[in-house]
């Protein structure tokens, strides 16, 4: 399977652009699954919640979904991509799953960073894994990373691949996708944006660096800082399916569940 | 408060030249809570149960932690040190926490790795958070890093600091434990030990460079590759009793328990 992400400078409030910067860049990409930056069409910054319902648009009408079901299919390809999600009244940070067959699948961000908590709904989603052609894929957007549960959850629902829409502007994530990928024994695919956005007076810096990392941590395609970019590596999906190390141990049948304690956070206020 | 560790190189299957290398090595270091590395008196590698039952000892009236008790009381020091620890009938890969007082604590190793599993009872104890002098400490040993639950467990139980004794084989836990420290808001003190161990043709090199890591993932303090080294830092453990990120977020608060799924391996056979 060759799997790849698309690195670009996502224009503040211009879908148009956008989508048509998405159109050309999918064009001259050949790949059976591809990834997108977080907020592809929209731009990350938004000084209200009503300019963020502007910028939002339908997945099963909007103009974005409509371009990128038109490339899927003309190019047999998969394409994962994060959209601001109109949904009734509600807005989610989601990432679309586009096929080939111009079938949809949604992911809605669980965590949301920032000021996202002032524009968008939680994901109601919870994380799920698609079928593509036989492989496995999960999908988180960007913040969800810093939380272990996102991955772990998409592993053990069965992920060989997770794709990573992210407007990164922390520096920590590229790397910490290393320990994500040797702790699950996952495909990652993490597909950022790069650039400076600045609206009323706020500045985001992204960080670039787009990746993609194999089962066992090695890193398989890397973007630039700063720059259009496109990677696409062929990979084996199956070598995420076996999670043994060693001739002794299994990444997943080792785990303890029963001396695990994670739902609560018992004693942390003194 | 003054945390450390001490690296050194573990001889096999001589526990009392280990124990006299730690008694030195304990002497000068001046810390209020130091970390020895995993199995710190009998070496890693055994050719039989039995064997390793012979080089485990009591924790109650052990010799090793004789000696420790001592240097505690004389050095108003808290010591973590991995030892092989007999029970009855039992051996455990254990952590044992020496107070000043003479009091101990221990951690049974719940993920066993590789060999360990032939001569080792898997930890029956859990994963568990000291109190040392207000200040809240947590034990794992080795492997347990690759398991993500392990730390999240005793982040969630409060701890302050994770302590870490580890015989590392494999070079991918130290920036780990970046990750680690970034998700969980804490401190980490990975103690390593270095050099080759061979056994009935059988050899494992471990990799040194025992770290302390801060909750922001900063690299505090930091080992060779090989050679023994004592470092110590100080540090203010209230750092990471606030999970708060920047204005809105909180690495403990907006996890969504309810979208998790992390009991099971639900379609992972094929």
């Not at 907020?39 to 502007?54: C, D, I, V």
Request: proline share 4%; aromatic share 8%.
């Amino acid at each position: 399977m060759r799997i790849g992400f698309i690195q670009y400078n996502v224009k503040s409030g211009d879908p148009e652009w956008n989508r048509g910067k998405t159109a050309e860049m999918l064009a001259a990409t050949d790949a059976d699954l591809v990834v997108l930056p977080e907020l592809a069409t929209s731009g990350y910054l938004f000084t209200s919640r009503q300019e963020a319902a502007g910028l939002a648009e339908s997945l099963d009408d909007g103009p974005a979904v409509a371009v990128w079901r038109g490339i899927a299919a003309d190019r047999n390809m998969h394409i994962v991509a994060g959209i601001a999600e109109k949904a009734g009244d509600n807005i989610y940070n989601s990432a679309v799953l586009v096929r080939p067959s111009g079938g949809i699948d949604v992911y809605r961000k669980t965590h949301l960073f920032h000021e996202e908590k002032l524009w968008f709904t939680p994901g109601d989603s919870g994380f799920n894994v698609f079928d593509v052609g036989g492989v496995r894929v999960g999908i988180m957007v960007c913040f969800d990373w810093i939380f272990p549960e996102s991955c772990r959850t998409l592993a053990l629902k069965g992920a060989d691949i997770i794709c990573h829409p992210a407007n990164l502007v922390l520096p920590y994530c590229q790397d910490a996708m290393i320990t994500r990928c040797l702790e699950n024994r996952v495909f990652m695919i993490t597909a950022n944006r790069y650039g400076t956005e600045r609206r009323a007076g706020k500045e985001h810096i992204f960080t670039g660096c787009s990746r993609i990392v194999g089962p066992f941590g090695q890193v398989l395609a890397e973007g630039p800082e700063r720059g259009d970019c496109i990677e696409v590596v062929e990979i084996d999906h199956t070598e995420a399916r076996n999670k043994a190390l060693g001739e002794y141990n299994d990444l997943f049948k080792d785990r303890q569940i029963d001396l695990y304690e994670l739902s609560g956070s018992a004693i942390l206020s003194e």
